[in-house]
């Protein structure tokens, strides 16, 4: 082997330029595929980020049932009471009781259907970006208040501004008609034209008094520190629900199922790049891998003469592959971590995106995900790509005859 | 009396288009072990192809080879390989060498394909070169090796592991006719110590000179077979 191994490298270095040209194009690929994936998978969670952030929080306890079929009898008991004993469990501060209803706004001029939303004004905007978006007014004060909160669309569309009033008409949770009038105090723009258009937040204890919920409440908001320690915070929050049959704690992809799509729909097209790239490499290896078996028939018969067997030659042109491949893939992995890491440190951000991003408060630049995934994936794949590409030359090797081949010079 | 080599109405037929040309037609041969044999004869005469289907790289039409005993002509090609690797020893008339090898690693090649162990290799490898007069030459590349060099370090991979029959294609056709004289002189004195049985084709004179026994062969026909000292 330590002569065949020897063989193979001095092999690779006979013809120094093709291979460090080969070995440039496999590193060059590696460094694209590192880096792209790297971004895609940071930007993949920014996304879910800013959208966990935003409304849905990483966890969420709800009633069983409520996340399929959200009535407003399919509530939780004493729900603030939940959201005090899941600090305590989570060792979080990020945690905040919510209930939800429908409603019929109307102000002077025009009515439109929303959602309502009671939250705890003290525990909402560690959970949720909208209170950060308030542009006009201020958020909600107190629990007990009587003041309402609207988005950007909504208020243009009813025509409305801080001070005005509302007119909330719905149904509470005894089937009773939910009536009142409420001052607008704050104005958000989430940057999300759903939220923007159709939400309406309100004190938890008004909202409560409003739908006749007594203390029930309709969710737990959880926001963990980040996605790594979620499936930790998680075990917690389902450690403490224990045996009680009628909450779930549901995750973001459950609650978010529609991101979940968007990524893999996103990654589903990305897909014909990377394989186009791979392919790409794949073929410029085995035109060097060819070459440079075709220019050796000689020499391969020489060595059949001796004794070798097909099978051995194939194995050291396997191995040159391998060999070369491998150091490729190194250089590629090396540079590519390299780039990441600077702009894992630094940020990677697109011009204009800063703008953008302070406006709905977003993070400004992306940061490549150091991934295990990340930095494995594209690698082993070009590995084995050039394996594969290296199996036709080495093959074609058992069709040599020794008689022939060293005819060939 | 022992036969390292026989041939048995031994043909090879090469079919181009229309015509059929008969490389070897109905060849009987007897080589006894310890032989040193000159093939001899014009160009297309046919000894390359006697050479190669004695070696196993080619099958005959018809007719059968046996070497040591063993029928060469009905083997797998697999068996041909493990028999070229175990008891024959080849030289060609040039580029015999792996050029990416230094001397040294050229004559161990063949011993690492039959598994020897490293320090048997590094032993022999190292006294066979000095035996070929390479002494001080062994890690030189085939590049860095004059022509005649570059023979005896085939010369040296052929004898290496104790084949029983070298087989040696115009060894001396690119090398001048002293350095020519030295290798003949050489393969020579291997034949007297080690017993080895050497076939060599050639044109030139000065080879057949060395020649224990000369066979002439004439489009593919055994023509002439003398017998000397
Ligand atoms: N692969 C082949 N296909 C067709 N004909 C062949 C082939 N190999 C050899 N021949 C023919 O067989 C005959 C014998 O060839 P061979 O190479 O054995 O001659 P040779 O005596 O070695 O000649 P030289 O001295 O030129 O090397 C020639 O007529 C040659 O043209
Ligand atoms: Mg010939």
Redesign the pocket.
């Known amino acids: 082997m330590d002569l065949l191994l020897r063989m193979a490298w001095r092999n690779i270095w006979r013809h120094s330029r093709r291979s460090v040209l080969t070995l440039l194009a496999i590193a060059f690929g590696v460094v694209l595929l590192v880096f792209n994936i790297g971004i895609q998978q940071g930007s993949y969670d920014v996304m879910i980020d800013n959208t966990v952030r935003m409304f849905a929080g990483h966890i969420q306890v709800q009633r069983k049932g409520y996340l399929d079929t959200p009535r407003i009898r399919t509530s939780i008991p004493n729900v603030s009471k939940l959201a005090a004993d899941l600090r305590k469990t989570t060792g979080l501060e990020t945690v905040s009781a919510r209930a939800t209803g429908f409603a019929l706004v109307s102000s002077r001029s025009r009515s439109y259907g929303v959602i309502i939303t009671g939250v705890d004004p003290k525990y909402e905007p560690m959970v949720s970006s909208i209170p950060g978006t308030v542009r006009q007014g201020r958020y909600l004060s107190s629990p007990t208040a009587n003041e309402a909160v609207v988005g950007s669309s909504l208020a243009k569309n009813l025509k409305i501004k801080i001070g005005d009033e509302l007119t909330l008409l719905g149904s509470g949770r005894d089937g009773s008609v939910a009536a009142t009038v409420i001052p607008v105090v704050g104005i958000f723009n989430s940057g999300s034209t759903d939220f923007d258009r159709h939400m309406v937040h309100l004190p938890l204890q008004t909202f409560q008094e409003l739908f006749t919920m007594g203390d029930h409440g309709h969710a737990v908001v959880i926001l963990s520190k980040n996605l790594e320690q979620l499936p930790d915070t998680m075990a917690k929050v389902k450690n403490y629900l224990g045996q009680d049959s009628k909450l779930v704690a549901l995750d973001w992809e459950q609650l978010l199922p529609g991101i979940k799509e968007l990524i893999e729909l996103d990654i589903a097209a990305s897909w014909f790049i990377y394989i186009t790239l791979v392919v790409i490499i794949t073929f410029s290896i085995l035109n060097t891998f060819l070459m440079s078996v075709l220019e050796r028939t000689r020499e391969f018969g020489i060595m059949m003469a001796l004794g070798a067997a097909p099978f051995r030659i194939g194995i050291l042109v396997m191995l040159e592959a391998f060999v070369m491949s491998l150091l490729g893939v190194g250089i590629g992995l090396l540079l590519g971590a390299a780039i990441n890491y600077y702009f894992y440190v630094y940020g990677f951000s697109v011009p204009g995106m800063e703008e953008f991003a302070k406006q709905f408060n977003m993070p400004d630049s992306i940061r490549p995900q150091m991934s295990f995934f990340v930095f494995s994936i594209g690698p082993s794949v070009v590995l084995g790509a050039t394996m594969i590409a290296a199996l036709y030359p080495a093959l074609r090797i058992r069709l040599l005859k020794p008689?022939?081949a060293m005819?060939a010079v | 009396m022992e036969y390292t080599v026989v041939c048995k109405q031994l043909s090879?037929l090469?079919?181009?288009g229309d015509v059929t040309?008969?490389?070897?037609n109905k060849v009987d041969l007897q080589i006894q072990k310890g032989g040193f044999v000159c093939?001899s004869?014009?160009?297309?005469?046919?000894?390359?192809?006697?050479?190669?289907m004695i070696g196993g790289l080619d099958h005959p039409t018809s007719g059968e080879i046996h070497v040591d005993g063993k029928r060469v002509d009905q083997m797998s090609k697999a068996d041909m390989a493990e028999m070229r690797l175990r008891q024959l020893g080849f030289v060609f008339?040039a580029y015999n060498l792996i050029p990416v090898l230094s001397a040294h690693e050229n004559v161990e090649f063949v011993m690492q394909l039959q598994g020897m162990d490293k320090k048997t290799r590094a032993d022999k490898a190292r006294a066979i070169l000095k035996e070929v007069g390479l002494e001080g030459m062994e890690r030189r590349r085939p590049a860095e090796l004059s022509g005649g060099q570059q023979q005896r370090v085939a010369v040296a991979r052929a004898m290496v592991s104790g084949p029983s029959l070298i087989l040696a294609?115009?060894p001396t056709a690119n090398l001048d006719s002293v350095t020519a004289e030295m290798l003949l002189q050489m393969m020579r004195r291997l034949n007297d110590v080690h017993g080895t049985t050497f076939l060599i084709?050639t044109?030139d004179k000065l080879v057949m000179s060395y020649a224990k026994r000369l066979i002439g062969?004439h489009?593919?026909e055994i023509v002439d077979d003398e017998r000397r000292n």
């Open positions: 008689v022939d005819h | 090879k090469y079919h181009q040309i008969a490389a070897l093939l004869g014009p160009s297309g005469s046919g000894k390359t192809t006697l050479l190669n008339q294609d115009e084709s044109h062969l489009d593919g």
